[in-house]
T-cell receptor, first 113, second 115 residues
Framework: DQQVKQNSPSLSVQEGRISILNCDYT??????FLWYKKYPAEGPTFLIS?????DKNEDGRFTVFLNKSAKHLSLHIVPSQPGDSAVYFC????????????FGAGTRLFVKA | EPEVTQTPSHQVTQMGQEVILRCVPI?????FYWYRQILGQKVEFLVS????????KSEIFDDQFSVERPDGSNFTLKIRSTKLEDSAMYFC?????????????FGSGTRLTVV
């Protein structure tokens, strides 16, 4: 099941700079897209979501951009902080797909001090 | 901050044995889920549960798996006859609504090791 793809397994960024995490999807029926953050030995934590009818959603340092024509979304973190170092999962759900969310494989972000 | 609580945090079991993984979702949440993550792999959907019945399940969730909400607070995942490939981190999650504005709240997971 490769409906949600995160092609970069890892990303390294200097503290204070922008982190850009990318995600592609194949199913045009997805209604919502979400980003989760995961630390070791913890469950994923919801970060931010965007409806398929929008192209941008912002929450503090986190902004998600959606390009429906390209079936692509990205998460921008500005400025990046060492505490942002974690695995970031892109996820998507379709209302008609029942109550489930499909996750990507994750991107490990390293923010260097 | 309300939490989803999972017990035990670690479980080691012999192949072929039954295991029950337990979860206490957030009290006012209505939708419940189980996901798993095999070491180094993606977080995979297993099953969703609403109104005391399964809403959706994946191909992974075969006849060896079952879920139950026995008493209105606990939400359990049972694996009847464990296999080596069932070794994974199992995450329970809950949400107040089907809408995706606020995502799911996940527990910290149960690490299941089948030997």
């Amino acid at each position: 099941d490769q409906q949600v793809k995160q092609n970069s397994p890892s990303l390294s960024v200097q503290e204070g700079r922008i982190s850009i995490l990318n995600c592609d999807y194949t199913n045009s029926m997805f209604d919502y897209f979400l980003w989760y953050k995961k630390y070791p030995a913890e469950g994923p934590t919801f970060l931010i979501s965007i409806s398929s009818i929008k192209d941008k959603n912002e929450d503090g340092r986190f902004t998600v951009f959606l390009n429906k024509s390209a079936k692509h979304l990205s998460l921008h973190i500005v400025p990046s902080q060492p505490g942002d170092s974690a695995v970031y999962f892109c996820a998507a759900s379709a209302i008609r797909g029942g109550f489930k969310t499909i996750f990507g494989a994750g991107t490990r972000l390293f923010v260097k001090a | 901050e309300p939490e989803v609580t999972q017990t035990p945090s670690h479980q080691v079991t012999q192949m072929g044995q039954e295991v029950i993984l337990r979860c206490v979702p957030i009290s006012n949440h209505l939708y419940f889920y189980w996901y798993r993550q095999i070491l180094g792999q993606k977080v995979e959907f297993l099953v969703s549960f609403y109104n005391n019945e399964i809403s959706e399940k994946s191909e992974i969730f075969d006849d060896q798996f079952s879920v139950e909400r026995p008493d209105g607070s606990n939400f359990t995942l049972k694996i009847r006859s464990t296999k080596l490939e069932d070794s994974a981190m199992y995450f329970c999650a809950s949400s107040v609504s089907q809408g995706m504005n606020y995502g799911y709240t996940f527990g910290s997971g149960t690490r299941l090791t089948v030997v």
